[in-house]
């Protein structure tokens, strides 16, 4: 059924760094290689290796430059799946009751083999989480690697998310949001995580944690704590044409023959 | 969004279908025998055309039968299941009506006011999505609906009746375009809340994640064409109302004119529904920092 569940027992989802994301893709593509090779039809591509390569992801890491009037810019990769909404309008919209939330952990899941592939979901959703498959013509999207998390085949540490685990920089974290003390909960009180596009009303479950503030990103006190490091190789690069130590003496003993 | 063949054809011509259809419910005109069965046959053909051409839209047609089973939360789901009451009911009264020359008066209102609620349900499937704000008003449902009983009442012939709606029909058109302008803006939607980095100061992009398009560009994120939406609503605007009018009006009444008055509205509406379409702005797009 297309309805919600009133509560979910647990809020499992993910908590985004967006100061600690370095924008490398490995998400994108470990999210694509589990996915594609497990749950449901194969996460397809058109034109692989054509001028114009489309396929269905249901992880993607945008990249942003963030400025404030009079400072230098700052960069923000951005990786977005998914976000497991509470009040989810991509599961009422659904005619077929394929699209559903569940009630024991909150996650939103397609049942391929009802889903018509209209795409009215997709419409639904205000952050671009849910692709129609060109080759399948059913709706894929994040499931929160449900086939992995509960899986008792794979060894422990395994048992999280795809994107979570390969994440070399530690940038998105697992858990359960309904309980206080998880680790999710704890990272999302701490450094305030943010809900995206909290005036579309869809109280979204994934929290996205701000970049730290920057002490060198300019105004009147800038300090810069990499400059002092870096300015022999500056000086280096600046005075190249008299170089000093070894080459200089053999310089200025050639200059005198 | 994507201006889609298949949904402009759908709720164009099904618009149009159930229209006419309400109006032969409520027995205005009071026809019956063979003229009976010919408006009936254009009815008929324009819903089921209409609806026929909307499953060109879904990627698994064959998993169809399931859309009738979630009432009671989707408004696609209520659309398909009242589509098909209305075609039931209106083929009982519309029996009897040309077959056995009886007209089931309480079945016939019965009919037409499923066929209202058909275009409703069609109207809702765009104005419930909060996240094409240009759609997510009631105007749309009145927008809808207005379509449906002005063209419908120049389908079936009601030319004084006709020229008073078509006249309203485009008024509820352009305030329909003039606030949909605004909509966008006013709902507040940014790059910046989209992201959450406002606080942080002007968000653009600079990477997107992908180097060509993808399903959620083809479908959500149009551009193009948008730069001649000024003199296409004019078209619209003239063709849809104001010139069939003209027609009905100054010049002899025969049905010759009748059929140019039809002609002129039905380019109207599609070029009307295009617009819908082609103007509505998704807010995925901010991710893009297109729309
Ligand atoms: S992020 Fe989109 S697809 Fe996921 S639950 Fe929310 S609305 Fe649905
Ligand atoms: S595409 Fe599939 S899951 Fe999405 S609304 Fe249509 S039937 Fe439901
Ligand atoms: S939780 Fe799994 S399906 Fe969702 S984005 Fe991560 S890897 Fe992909």
């Known amino acids: 059924m297309t309805a919600l569940p009133q509560t979910t027992q647990k809020k499992l989802g993910l908590v985004i760094d967006l100061d600690i994301c370095v924008g490398c893709h490995a998400c994108v593509t470990n999210c694509k290689e589990w996915n594609t090779?497990?749950?449901?039809?194969?996460?397809?591509?058109?034109?692989?290796?054509?001028?114009?390569?489309?396929?269905?992801?249901?992880?993607?890491?945008?990249?942003?430059e963030v400025r404030q009037e009079g400072c230098n810019a700052q960069t923000v990769h951005f990786p977005k799946s998914c976000l497991h909404c509470e009040d989810a309008p991509c599961v009422t919209v659904c005619p077929t009751g394929a699209s559903y939330k569940r009630e024991e952990d909150g996650i939103v899941l397609v049942n391929e083999d009802r889903c018509m592939g209209c795409g009215?979901?997709?419409?639904?959703?205000?952050?671009?989480?849910?692709?129609?498959?060109?080759?399948?013509?059913?709706?894929?999207?994040?499931?929160l690697c449900v086939d992995r998390i509960y899986n008792e085949n794979l060894p422990e540490e395994d048992r999280v998310p795809a994107c979570v685990r390969t994440c070399p920089a530690g940038a998105r974290h697992f858990g359960d949001f309904a309980d206080p003390d998880s680790n999710v909960s704890r990272l999302t009180a701490e450094r305030g995580g943010m809900e995206l596009m909290p005036e579309q009303g869809t109280a979204p479950v994934n929290r996205y944690l701000p970049p730290r503030p920057k002490t060198d990103i300019g105004g009147e006190n800038k300090i810069d704590i990499l400059a002092p490091f870096l300015e022999p190789v500056v000086n280096d690069e600046a005075t190249q044409d008299q170089p000093g130590g070894f080459l200089g003496w053999l310089d200025k003993a050639l200059e005198k023959i | 969004m994507h201006p889609a063949p298949s949904v402009i054809i759908f709720t164009s011509l099904s618009g149009l279908g159930f229209g006419l259809m309400a109006w032969l419910g409520i027995g205005i005109p009071p026809v019956g025998g063979f003229a009976a069965f010919a408006f009936f046959l254009i009815a008929y053909l324009l819903a089921v055309g209409g609806l026929l051409a909307s499953t060109a839209h879904l990627g698994n047609p064959g998993k169809a039968i399931h859309a009738f089973s979630q009432w009671r939360t989707s408004w696609l789901s209520r659309e398909g299941i009242s589509s098909i009451?209305?075609?039931?009911v209106m083929g009982v009264y519309a029996f009897n009506l040309i077959f056995l020359g009886q007209r089931i008066q309480i079945l016939g209102w019965l009919g037409a006011a499923l066929a209202?609620?058909?275009?409703?349900?069609?109207?809702?499937?765009?104005?419930?999505?909060?996240?094409?704000?240009?759609?997510?008003?009631?105007?749309?449902s009145v927008l809808f609906l207005s379509y449906a009983i002005s063209g419908g009442a120049l389908l079936a012939g009601?030319?004084?009746?006709?020229?008073?709606?078509?006249?309203?029909?485009t008024l509820v058109q352009i305030i329909a375009w003039q606030t949909g302008d605004k909509r966008f803006r006013t709902a507040?939607?940014?790059?910046e809340t989209a992201t959450g980095l406002g606080n942080l100061g002007k968000v653009r992009l600079l990477e997107p994640p992908h180097s060509s398009p993808n399903y959620l560009l083809k479908e959500m994120v149009f551009t193009v064409g948008r730069k001649h939406a000024l003199k296409l609503r004019t078209i619209s605007a003239l063709t849809l109302g104001l010139l069939p009018v003209l027609l009905l009006v100054a010049m002899p009444f025969n049905?010759?004119?009748?059929?140019?008055?039809?002609?002129?509205?039905?380019i109207g509406v599609f070029t009307a529904r295009w617009l819908f379409f082609a103007e509505a702005e998704h807010v995925v797009g901010l991710y893009y920092d297109k729309r």
């Open chain 1, 37 to 64: 090779s497990n749950y449901g039809a194969p996460l397809s591509d058109i034109d692989a290796y054509g001028a114009e390569p489309m396929g269905t992801f249901l992880n993607r890491v945008h990249t942003y």
């Open chain 1, 120 to 143: 009215l979901c997709a419409w639904a959703c205000p952050y671009g989480a849910r692709e129609l498959d060109q080759l399948a013509g059913v709706m894929k999207k994040c499931t």
């Open chain 2, 85 to 88: 009451a209305t075609l039931l």
């Open chain 2, 116 to 140: 209202l609620f058909t275009v409703f349900t069609t109207s809702m499937i765009y104005a419930q999505l909060k996240t094409v704000p240009r759609w997510n008003t009631g105007l749309t």
């Open chain 2, 158 to 169: 009601l030319v004084n009746i006709a020229v008073v709606l078509l006249l309203l029909l």
């Open chain 2, 188 to 191: 507040g939607h940014s790059l």
């Open chain 2, 255 to 266: 049905l010759v004119m009748v059929a140019l008055a039809i002609v002129l509205h039905v």
